[in-house]
């Protein structure tokens, strides 16, 4: 019985396929086209996004497997394929201007970021742990080189290195989770370990195997004590690539940790609660602490990115499949109010003089009151401030805590949230009460930036006012786990 | 003009006058100011119907309105005006057109910013004394917060960062404890009737275990309190009165605090029966240090907004004190002082801004001697001291004899202990007087001065005009929270009755267990 290649089911992953070519088509030009205007490769990949976007988009009602069950057309796969694409073309926008002004080499900029969300949409669209494995390697390996592509920064090289060695050591616990899975039940299809589990199946090894899993994810999210990386990589790497990481690489690693864990492992939940509980309130509060004496803003945001993901985690520790849908939710409000803090953050700066340090944000609002009050909005998102996104996020995660019961969990999260609101607030306080310290000099105001900026508060308005549509959204992708 | 949404048009003709304000050019202050002042009179001639056309014979909500926001989840925009209410958004519409003009000449800097955030304010006020829906409440309730930390910040004093930072974490970790509590209420409410909602009316009917209503009630109460600010939560008081704009002081005397008894009203106690009437002791006492702490610490007070602001949380004492008798007299008498403190601690705020408009300090060391130069200015200041300090034919007399008679119907002790405030209040605010306004002029700046412009004047002949109505004539406000008061009383007593009934040994004992329904 020879296998054959089920060619009429590659009409499934068009999206993804219209991403690789787009990435190839730009590696090409970029070798073979002299003469070209400056912000050509920006558009192919804007074109590229959407039309993946736009496929997307038409799978959204399917739900089959493909290619032999290696490849799942979901629900959850296609709502967060759709948001990936999404932060691609906010994150592509952004990077129209930056990347023009820090001299990076733009073929090579644009077709990794193409690489990488493709690695993204691999990893949340199977139950095939090989599958996810190639999915996440494609990401991180695309990120290792994006985040030291400023090869003459000293923090850049630095940020890239240390990212790559670091993830290299996630990756090998990651396989290494796999093989100890595969060993002790002899299937690499999460489906085959929520049978085994259900026949009684508890070893040793198994465990292991689920620890080891369990580091590798936490290394993508950048949980405490995996974190270490985070604030070093996100100041180093371009301010766009920061933005595309805090976004897209923590929403690609949680929801798939989520389906590994809620598709397979959810009977073992009601003992890992207690570890991925501490783990949850130490990320927040050693994360909320650390970021309360940053001066510099980049680092701050990594922090508070950190801060985020263990109030995820805390919807996360539930094991409640229909809770689980705040964590879509919050994922996805994170990302508009995250990419648009960044997007501020990068507009600030001049070629080799990124203006970081928190302090070139004083008096802000009087020389440019509009980029204050998009950067306002989005740190008060950032605090969960109503009626912002961030504070539906909030909301959402922390009812679920105490729906299933966690009160304590809850109280430490909302406690956080207040301390988290210092370090959001010191910035605002910089730019609306102090007085200049330095001359800002003009800030590059470009609409690019301003569309981001205002795509980004108008969703962070929508879905804090209004965010009925988005939540039944995010509950019809979590209805995979019924 | 049941169909016309008086409601949502109050809370949503200011914002529409801060996004208006926002296309206005910056180097165009004075069309600033006339178009926030026109939306602010515009607004309190909106609110004046809502006195006129509220049925106070009729029981429960008025002029409600509700749409569906998120079904699924028990959401509802969801509106309504009690006799309480009532006169607090009056209050709140009445001192923002006097904040307004009192910001006049006071603000020079970042005009425009300065008054969208304070009609933003006055959208978050009027929505919060509004909303019947625990969401929309709670989104009003912090809203509040993001223009007053601006106004502390931006335009106060010298300290004024860490006074809205402080201001700000204070009443945040306050009220996301409270959020937490909400969600858990909603929760009990599902596991015993099956329905999702945050609608405050139906909570009411939700029977809670004595031991969980002392948990959720805490949470409410130290929410609340921090905002009163009650003994021992009110440190954040003086620092952020001291350091905030005039106008920024008055609103938050006037109206903010206000906010956290008026919670304690609509939402902690007749959500939680029980546990309030059984925390009855540790509130009177508080509220009894926080009368006599308040008066004390006020006398000592070289800084003349600071002495008003510790006034305040000698006020806010009484409020609390009568609030807490729950009888028919200490409840109206709260509500009435709530009202009276709005009033005259706002007139004293306008009366120091005034003052330091002209002569840019607030210590009573600097000055002396003032009625001499300064007659008007001493007369309206006059008035409105014998008003904070509730001299018969004010308004502040009503309000404290009612408070004092009701706290005496409740326990005698509490009655006397709560006196002893009213002879304090005469002690530091007439001292403070005399040493401002009598004696000799000491300093030669002093001499100078000019007495107040038409402007001030008018402002603060509308002050006196209310102090000298609700004084004499209290019963035109009474008349309408008669009834409300009435039902409260009612209900809480109804379901205190119940409660006694309940056997406590059955109860599940942790929220969680109470919840979990797995």
Known sequence: ?482 | MVDIPILSILIFFPLVGAILLLFIPRERPYATKVTALLFSVVEFILSLPLFFFFDETKKGMQFVERSEWFPEWGITYFLGIDGISLLLILLTTFLTVLCVLCSWTDIKTKVKEYYISFLFMETAMIGTLCALDLVLFYIFWELMLVPMYLLIGVWGGPRRIYAAIKFFLYTMAGSVLMLLAIFALYYIYFKEKGVFTFNVIDLYGAHIPVSIQYILFSAFAISFAIKVPMFPFHTWLPDAHTEAPTAGSVILAGVLLKMGTYGFLRFAVPLFPKAAYDSIPLISILAIIGIIYGAIVSMMQPDLKRLIAFSSVSHLGYVMLGMFAFNMQGVEGSIYQMLNHGISTGGLFLLVGMIYERRHTRMIADFGGLSSVMPIYATFFMIVTLSSIALPGTNGFVGEFLILLGAFKAKKIYGILGATGVILGAVYMLWMFQRVMFGKIKHEENKGLKDLCGREIFILSAIVFFIILMGVYPKMFFKKMDLTVQEFLRFVEERNAYYAKVEESQEPSSIAKLIGDR
């Open chain 1, 1 to 482: 019985m020879g296998l054959k290649f089920p060619v009429h089911e590659l009409i499934f992953i068009t999206p993804e396929i219209i991403l690789c070519c787009f990435g190839f088509l730009v590696l090409l030009l970029e070798a073979f086209l002299k003469k070209r205007s400056p912000s050509l490769f920006g558009v192919l990949t804007l074109i590229g996004t959407a039309s993946a976007l736009i496929f997307v988009l038409e799978l959204f009602e399917f739900n089959i497997e493909i290619l032999s069950g290696l490849y799942l057309i979901d629900r959850l796969g296609s709502l967060l394929k759709g948001l990936f694409l999404i932060i691609l073309l906010l994150v592509t926008l952004m990077s129209l201007r930056y990347v023009e002004r820090e001299e990076i080499t733009q073929g090579e900029y644009y077709s990794l970021l193409l690489f990488s969300t493709f690695g993204m949409m691999v990893m949340v669209s199977s139950r095939n742990l090989l599958t996810i494995f190639v999915g996440l390697e494609l990401m991180s390996l695309s990120i290792y080189i994006l985040c030291g592509l400023m090869r003459d920064n000293l923090k850049a090289a630095e940020a890239s290195l240390k990212y790559f060695l670091l993830g290299a050591f996630a990756s090998a616990f990651f396989a290494y989770g796999i093989a100890l899975l595969y060993g002790s039940t002899g299937s690499i299809d999460i489906r085959g370990y929520s049978e085994a589990l259900l026949r009684g199946h508890n070893s040793t090894i198994l465990m292991l195997g689920v620890a080891l899993l369990t580091v590798g994810f936490a290394f993508k999210i950048a949980l405490v004590p995996f974190h270490m990386w985070t604030p070093d990589v996100y100041e180093g790497a371009p301010t766009s690539i920061t933005a595309f990481m805090a976004a897209g690489v923590k929403s690609a690693a949680f929801v798939t940790f989520l389906r590994v864990f809620y598709a397979a492992f959810l009977p073992l939940i009601k003992d890992w609660g207690d570890i991925l509980w501490l783990i949850a309130v130490i990320t927040m509060s050693y994360a909320n602490l650390t970021a309360l004496v940053q001066d510099n803003i980049k680092r701050m945001l990594a922090y508070s990115s950190i801060a985020h993901a263990g109030y995820i985690l805390v919807a996360f520790v539930t094991g409640e499949k229909l809770l689980s849908s705040s964590i879509i939710y919050y994922l996805m409000a994170y990302t508009f109010m995250n990419i648009g803090a960044f997007t501020c953050v990068a507009l600030m700066g001049r070629k080799g003089e990124e203006n970081l340090g928190i302090d070139s944000y004083a008096g802000l609002s009087g020389r440019h009151p509009f980029v204050s009050l998009c950067l306002t909005i989005f740190l008060l998102s950032l605090t969960g401030v109503p009626p912002l996104a961030g504070f539906m996020g909030k909301f959402y995660v922390f009812s679920s805590a105490i729906r299933a019961g966690y009160i304590w969990l809850a109280v430490i999260g909302v406690l956080n949230s207040v301390m988290a609101a210092y370090y959001y607030l010191r910035v605002i306080m910089y730019m609306y009460f102090k007085e200049p310290v330095k001359e800002i000099g003009d800030i590059d105001l470009s609409s690019p930036y301003i569309l981001v900026s205002l795509i980004c508060i108008f969703f962070l308005l929508y879905m804090g006012i209004y965010p009925r549509p988005f939540i039944m959204l995010a509950n019809s992708a979590v209805s995979v786990f019924f």
